[in-house]
């Protein structure tokens, strides 16, 4: 390795983060956050780290997109079948983590996850771009397959079973999941590593409590 990775180091010093400048509610803090990190031009500032676990408490972890959040939680959409459904399917407790680098900063979401109603995932589906919702069909996500040319194949098939009809149906084995959480952490970078850190989660009468947490 031309460069070593523990000589690696970037000093954090663009912002502070205190409990007297954030909202009481941590989802209009996040709004606020991601608000930031859109109107700074970050490249998918919606992407974020899913972490799911298996009934055995097998973990794994993949980067997908957030579509929406509002009071309710935090929603994505993705293959019921895959792996992550497979898994929220024998384990509903699932972890966010959004990193924003440039603006030296990440989020941290813990909670429980359900999938969002038929017809949610049918007005989704149908905002996407045709070629993503003929994808949701020809793809069997996280399944082996021979060759690339399998999966162009399939796509090709697809494209012209639903050649003639102007709106591609959702498959019944594709659709959203919303997080409801009950921890969300936000973490400014500050030199010497010495992060800021505020915690909220919710106390016995379900009110959220802010608390700093040791960097």
């Not at 500032?45 to 935090?74: H, I, Q, W, Y």
């Not at 003639?164 to 997080?179: E, F, I, K, Q, T």
């Not at 936000?186 to 989660?201: I, S, V």
């Amino acid at each position: 390795m031309k460069n070593s990775l523990n000589q690696l180091r970037k000093e954090y010093a663009a912002r502070a983060l205190d409990e007297g400048s954030v909202s009481l509610d941590p989802i209009e803090q996040f709004g606020h956050w991601i608000q930031e990190a859109i109107e700074s031009s970050l490249v998918e500032p919606n992407a974020m780290t899913l972490a799911t676990a298996s009934a055995d408490g097998r973990p794994s972890a993949r980067m997908v997109l957030l579509k929406e959040c509002n009071e309710k939680g935090f929603t994505f959409f993705t293959n019921y079948e895959s792996r992550k459904g497979r898994e929220l399917a024998q384990n509903p407790w699932a972890a966010l983590v959004f990193y924003w680098p440039e603006l030296e900063r990440q989020v941290r979401v813990e909670g429980r996850t359900e999938r969002v109603s038929a017809l949610e995932s049918d007005l989704y589906f149908q905002r996407r771009p045709r070629e993503a919702r003929l994808g949701a069909w020809a793809s069997r996500q996280g399944e082996v397959v021979a060759s690339r040319g399998v999966i162009e194949k399939q796509m090709q098939e697809v494209s012209q079973r639903y050649m003639n009809l102007d709106s591609v149906p959702r498959p019944d084995s594709w659709g959203g999941y919303r997080l409801t959480p009950d921890l969300l952490e936000f973490w400014q970078g500050r030199p010497h590593r010495l992060h800021d850190r505020l915690r909220y989660q919710r106390d016995d009468q379900r009110v959220w409590v802010i608390e700093r947490l040791s960097p």
